[in-house]
C-alpha cells in the first residue's frame, strides 16, 4: 500500500485545482452522469450513476427481455451472470476466479455466510462482533444464535469496542466466529485485515469480513490476509445502483466443506435436474440461493466495466490525498466552532470517508443545510456527518468547496433555521 | 369463480380469431412489446415486457438515482417501496393491505416464512410438502429442517403424492407446517386452497402457500381460504421483469407473533435508530431483510399498474377459454401421435397452463423445433412440455397457431433432425 504525497502546507483553491489537473484519475470522472452544481460526497452510502449504465439496462430490457424473452437464461447467460460478475468483482478484493458469487442484499449474504462459517467450528458457540458494526450485522447475527443455537448448547453473541471487552479480550477457545467490518460504516476507521485475521486464527476461530465500505474505496488482499468468508456490497463505492446485488467470498480452502445456510435451487449441483434432494454445486456457486434480480445484476454489470482500468494503488493515493485534503482544511478552517475529526488521521487505518461531529452546531441541521447547497453527504445518529470521497468522481476542487460552504453555514449559522430541524432520517 | 363458457365443438382458426374479437381482454395485448412472429406461451416462466416499463426503469436510473442520488431513499419513496407494492399485490391474491411485502427471491422468501410458520408449533417436528413441488422449495425445507432441528429433537420433512403416502395419510399431531404450491409447475394442476388448508388446520398445523404459478394466473383468495402464509413470484404472469423480487404474505393474525428466520435491518422497528439489539418492525414489515433491488423493484412497479384494470373472473374465463382450447385442439389433431395432455381436464383443477407428454416423439427434440419456429414453450425434465397461457397477451389465434405448428413438426418428423437433439436445459 502506497503513502498518499503530502497534501501542501499552504492550501488554497488553486492549490486544489492544480492537484486535479495533476490526477492521474481525473479523466474517470467524465465517466459519471453527475448532476451540475453538486458536490457528492455520499458514495459510501449510494454511488453515482455511471454514464453506460441506462444504456446497457435499456438493452437487456428491450432485447433480452423483450425479444429475448425465456431464451436469454442460455442466449444471453442470464443464469451464470453471479458467478461471471463475482468473476470481476474478485481482483478487487485480492480474490481467485471461482471465489466470488452474487447474492441479494447485503444482510442475506451475511446470514448465508455467517451460518456456514459458524458450522466449521461446531463445538465453539460464541460469535464475535463488534459494538459499532453496520447493526444489521449484528441483527443478523441475532439469527444465526437463535438458528444454531439449542437449548441446551446456546450460542452466544459477544460484542466488544475499544473500551472493552476488546476483541483480544474475547478471543478463546470457545469463539467460533468472528465477524468484522472492514472499514467502518461511521468512523471510517480501517482494520488490518492481514493482522485481525491472523490473531482470529491463532485462537482457532473462523473470521468473516463485511467489506460492504472496503469495495472500491481501498485495495482489499483476502487472500492475502488468509481470510476465511466475506460478503460486500456493490451500491456504494462500486456503482452498481440502488441496491444492486451483494457478493459472497469463500476462500476457496473452505468451499468443499461449507454447508450455506439457505440451500436454494441455484446453488444445486444440477438445477434442472429437477432432484428432490439437495446437493451443493462445486465451489462458491452454492451460496447461490434463487433467481438473481437480473435487471439490479444489469446495472452492476455496465458499472463493474470501468473497473477493468482502475489502478489499485492510484485509487488509494487519490483516496488518501482527498481525505487528508479535507481533514487538513476542516482543523484549519472549522476549529472555530468546535469542529472535530472523528476518523482516525493516520492513513493506513483510514478507509475513504472521514465522520465530523458537528462541535456547537447540530450536525443533523448543518448537514441539511449542506445538502440543500448542493453539498452531499450524511448524517447518522446520533451525531456524526459522514463525508465519503469517491476517487473515481470526487475532485480536490469539491473537497475544497465542501469546506468552504460547511464554513459558511457554520458562520452565518444557517443551520438554525427551523427547515433544517431534525424530523427524518437519510439512508 | 366462473365457468367458462365451452369451446364450439367445430373449430377452425375463424373460430379463433372470431373468439379473439369477442375477447374483452383483446385489448390488454397492446399494453406488452412482443415481438413479431412469436406465439409466446411460457410467460408461466418469464412474462412478456410491458410497454411502460422501459421508460419507467429509464426514468428511475437517470431520475432517481442520476439526479436525486442519496435523497431518493426518501423523496422518491425508494425505503417503502417494498411495502407500497406488496399493497398494490394483496388485491390480486385475497391479502388485505399490510399484510404483503417484496422479498428477494421466492427461495429466499420461503425460508424467511417457513421458519416463522414452522415457530408458531415448535412441539411438533413434522414438515410436509410434496414430492412433486418445484424442487427449491423442498430444498429449502432441508435448511429449515438442519437449522431448526437439534439433535435430541430432530426435524423430519415427509413429501407426499397420489402414490401415497398422501397428505391425509401423514396429517397428524407431530405436523407443524405444510408447504404446497397452489398450481404445480410441471402439470398445471390447481390444489382447493380453501380445502387444502382446512384440511390442514383440522391436523392443528401452519399451511403456507406459494403462489408462483398462480398470482396474475388465477383469482386466489388466501384470506377466505383462512390460510397462515404464502409466498409467491412476480416475474411469471404478473411480468415484473427477470428475476423480478419476490413476495411475502403473512396473514394479519400472526403478524405479532411470527419471528421471520433473518432478522435484518430493513425489518426493524427503527432501521435509522441504529441499535445494537434487533426488535421486529410492527406488522408483515419485519419479514424485510435488506436493501432491495430498486432497478427491479422499478421494473415490477411499471408492471403492476395493469393489473389495477383487470377483472380477474374475465381473467380466469379467457384463462380457461384458452387452455381447453388448447387441450380439445391437442386432443382432435394430436392424437395420432400419442401426444398425452398430463393437465387436469377438469377446470377446477388446472391453472393457466398446460403440459404434454410428446407420445412417440422426443419432447425436448419437438420444443426445441416449436422455439425455432418461434412458438415459445419449455421443457421439464424429464418428458413434459409446458404451455402456459397469459390471458393479457395471448390470443385464441395464438393458440391455433401452437398446435398446428405442432403437428406439423410431428407430421414432418422434423424434430428428429440433430440440431434438436438434448444437450442443455432452459429455465
New interface residues.
Given amino acids: 500500500m502506497s503513502i498518499a504525497p503530502s497534501v501542501p502546507h499552504v492550501i488554497d483553491r488553486a492549490t486544489c485545482t492544480a492537484l486535479d489537473a495533476a490526477d492521474p484519475l481525473a479523466g474517470h470522472r467524465d465517466l459519471f452522469?453527475l448532476?451540475e452544481g453538486?458536490v457528492?460526497l455520499?458514495g459510501n452510502?449510494?454511488g453515482?450513476?455511471p454514464r453506460a449504465?441506462?444504456a446497457h439496462?435499456?438493452r437487456v430490457?428491450?432485447e433480452?427481455?423483450?425479444?429475448g424473452?425465456?431464451?436469454?437464461?442460455?442466449d444471453a447467460g442470464?443464469?451464470t451472470k453471479p458467478v461471471d460478475l463475482g468473476d470481476r468483482i474478485a481482483p478487487l478484493i485480492g480474490a481467485s476466479a471461482g471465489e466470488v458469487v452474487l447474492g441479494?442484499?447485503?444482510?442475506?449474504s451475511l446470514?448465508q455466510v455467517a451460518?456456514a462459517a459458524a458450522r466449521l467450528r461446531p463445538e465453539r458457540r460464541v460469535i464475535v462482533s463488534e459494538?459499532g458494526n453496520?447493526?444489521?450485522d449484528?441483527?443478523?447475527l441475532?439469527?444465526v444464535q437463535?438458528?444454531?443455537g439449542?437449548?441446551?448448547r446456546p450460542l452466544e453473541r459477544r460484542?466488544v469496542d475499544d473500551e472493552g471487552p476488546t476483541l483480544a479480550d474475547v478471543l478463546g477457545e470457545d469463539v467460533t466466529v468472528v465477524v468484522l467490518t472492514h472499514v467502518n460504516y461511521r468512523t471510517g476507521r480501517m482494520y488490518d485485515m492481514a493482522e485481525v485475521t491472523r490473531q482470529v486464527h491463532a485462537a482457532g476461530a473462523i473470521m468473516v469480513w463485511d467489506l460492504c465500505h472496503s469495495v472500491g474505496a481501498v485495495p482489499v488482499d483476502l487472500n492475502g490476509a488468509g481470510a476465511d468468508f466475506a460478503i460486500g456490497?456493490t451500491?456504494k463505492y462500486l456503482n452498481g445502483?440502488?441496491?444492486?446485488?451483494?457478493f459472497v467470498w469463500v476462500a476457496e480452502r473452505h468451499q468443499a466443506a461449507a454447508?450455506p445456510?439457505?440451500?436454494?435451487?441455484?446453488g444445486?449441483a444440477k438445477?434442472?435436474?429437477?432432484?428432490?434432494?439437495?446437493a451443493p454445486a462445486p465451489g462458491v456457486t452454492r451460496f447461490r440461493?434463487?433467481?438473481?434480480?437480473?435487471?439490479?445484476?444489469?446495472?452492476l454489470e455496465a458499472s463493474l466495466d470501468i473497473w477493468r482500468d482502475v489502478d489499485m494503488d492510484l485509487l488509494r493515493e487519490k483516496s488518501l490525498r482527498l481525505t487528508e485534503l479535507f481533514i487538513s482544511l476542516v482543523d484549519s478552517r472549522l476549529a472555530p466552532w468546535g469542529v472535530e475529526v472523528v476518523t482516525p488521521r493516520q492513513s493506513a487505518r483510514r478507509g475513504s470517508q472521514v465522520a465530523l461531529r458537528a462541535g456547537v452546531a447540530d450536525g443533523y441541521a448543518v448537514m441539511q443545510a449542506l445538502?440543500e447547497r448542493g453539498v452531499?453527504g450524511?448524517f447518522?445518529?446520533p451525531d456524526l456527518m459522514r463525508f465519503g470521497f469517491t476517487p473515481l468522481y470526487v475532485s480536490h476542487a469539491d473537497v475544497w468547496d465542501a469546506v468552504a460552504v460547511l464554513e459558511d453555514i457554520l458562520s452565518t449559522e444557517v443551520w438554525r433555521e427551523p427547515r433544517y430541524a431534525r424530523r427524518?432520517?437519510?439512508?
Same sequence: chains 1, 2.
Fill in positions: 452522469d448532476p453538486v457528492y455520499d452510502s449510494l453515482a450513476l449504465t441506462a439496462v435499456q430490457i428491450a433480452e427481455w423483450g425479444t424473452l425465456i431464451r436469454s437464461w442460455n442470464w443464469f441479494d442484499s447485503t444482510s442475506a446470514f451460518v459494538r453496520f447493526p444489521t449484528l441483527y443478523v441475532e439469527s437463535e438458528l444454531l439449542e437449548p441446551a460484542l456490497c451500491y445502483g440502488p441496491g444492486s446485488p451483494s454447508r445456510a439457505i440451500t436454494g435451487w441455484h444445486h438445477p434442472f435436474d429437477f432432484d428432490v434432494e439437495y440461493v434463487g433467481t438473481p434480480q437480473l435487471l439490479s445484476v444489469a446495472a445538502i452531499i450524511d447518522r445518529a427524518g432520517a437519510v439512508t
